[in-house]
Every structure is written in C-alpha cells, then in structure tokens.
C-alpha cells in the first residue's frame, strides 16, 4: 500500500544538529521543528550546501538553533538570511560550565584565602539542620563511601583485579577505579 506525500508545514523554530550512522566516518543532519519537538527531516550529510538548500525551500523559518558547527553557521546564513542563529540550550549549559571551571582553575589561590581554617572548625559543632540539607553533606553518605572504598581496597590487596571488583560489588569500571585510585 502506498502512503501519500503528507506535507508537513515548514517550522517556524528549526533545530540543527548532526547524527552518526558510523559514528566516526558517517554523519548526517537533523531537522527538528523546535515547538513540536517532532523530527522534521534528515539529510544524508552535514555539508553547508545541503542546509542551505533545505532552508532555502522553506522561507518561514525564523530562528535556527544550532551548535558551533561552522559548516551548520554557512548553511543557515546561506540558506535562511532572514532567521536568527541561536546556541541551543545544551551547548550553552556546557560552555558555562567549561568556562566557570576554568575561571574556578585560574583563582583557586584566591579563593584557598577564602576557605576558613579547618582546624578551627574541627571544635565547632556542626548544626543539624546544615547535615540535613544536602545528601553530600550527610554523614550516612560519608560513611557509605568510606565502607565502598574500604572494600574496594580490601579486594584489590587480596589481589582481585578492578574488573571483577566491579562485577562483584555491581559497580562500573569507573566508580572502582576512582575509589583504587583514591588515597
């Protein structure tokens, strides 16, 4: 049975981004209508050229959200002069999480001036609604972690390896080997 050509109203807010059929050699583009969150279309490559004509095609597109991808930023130039480029909303997240942590990084002198003695506090007690606030900050938690680590040790001076710590205690490759390498 053949279905019609259903033709799909052209987006008003377009998202672009790339997908992988082998990640790593092939890739391709993909259209997302942006108020729906519905899949508007697929092209077989990330190239500028095929953006722009599927642009081109539909004049009511007003905004394009994109990543960094320059070849994405030709396209849509190129393509939809008429819309607005805009980063979308997980590449914005990431960029201020990569430059808080390199601001973070370069005054981290600074802020050690900041931090109060710890010594000090030691003979402080701690209230309990401040133990209370945070699962991190619970002691329950600390202890948890002391116990895996501790365990975690045991294992690997009885001479087990990482990989069937991990299988034993049902944690990943990464959580053992942080916990191995942890003083």
Same mark, same amino acid.
């Given at each position: 049975? *053949?279905?019609?050509?259903?033709? $799909?109203?052209?987006?008003?807010?377009?998202? $672009?981004? +790339?997908?992988?059929?082998?990640?790593?050699?092939?890739?391709?583009?993909?259209?997302?209508? $942006?108020?729906?969150?519905?899949? $508007?279309?697929?092209?077989?490559?990330?190239?500028?050229?095929?953006?722009?004509?599927? =642009?081109?095609?539909?004049?009511?597109? %007003? @905004?394009?959200?994109?990543?960094?991808?320059?070849?994405?930023? +030709?396209?849509?130039?190129?393509?939809?002069?008429?819309?607005?480029?805009?980063?979308?909303?997980? *590449?914005?997240? *990431?960029?201020?999480?990569?430059?808080?942590?390199?601001?973070?990084?370069?005054?981290?002198?600074?802020?050690?001036?900041?931090?109060?003695?710890? %010594?000090?506090?030691?003979?402080?007690?701690?209230?309990?609604? +401040?133990?209370?606030? !945070?699962?991190?900050?619970?002691?329950?938690?600390?202890?948890?972690?002391?116990?895996?680590?501790?365990?975690?040790?045991?294992?690997?001076?009885?001479? *087990? !390896?990482?990989? !069937? @710590?991990?299988?034993? =205690?049902?944690?990943?490759?990464?959580?053992?080997? !942080?916990?191995?390498?942890?003083?």
């Amino acid at each position: 049975m *053949h279905c019609p050509n259903l033709q $799909v109203p052209a987006p008003r807010v377009v998202g $672009v981004d +790339e997908y992988a059929t082998r990640k790593g050699r092939v890739y391709g583009t993909v259209l997302v209508d $942006v108020e729906t969150r519905r899949p $508007v279309d697929l092209l077989p490559d990330r190239e500028a050229a095929s953006l722009a004509v599927w =642009l081109a095609k539909r004049p009511g597109v %007003e @905004i394009v959200c994109r990543d960094r991808a320059p070849f994405f930023a +030709e396209g849509a130039a190129a393509g939809a002069p008429q819309a607005t480029q805009v980063a979308d909303r997980w *590449h914005l997240w *990431h960029n201020l999480g990569q430059a808080a942590e390199r601001a973070v990084a370069r005054h981290r002198q600074c802020l050690r001036v900041l931090v109060p003695d710890r %010594e000090a506090k030691a003979d402080e007690p701690v209230p309990p609604e +401040e133990k209370a606030d !945070s699962p991190w900050r619970s002691e329950r938690f600390a202890n948890r972690v002391r116990a895996r680590h501790a365990t975690v040790h045991a294992l690997l001076e009885a001479g *087990h !390896s990482r990989r !069937s @710590i991990g299988r034993q =205690l049902q944690m990943t490759h990464r959580t053992v080997k !942080s916990l191995a390498d942890a003083a």
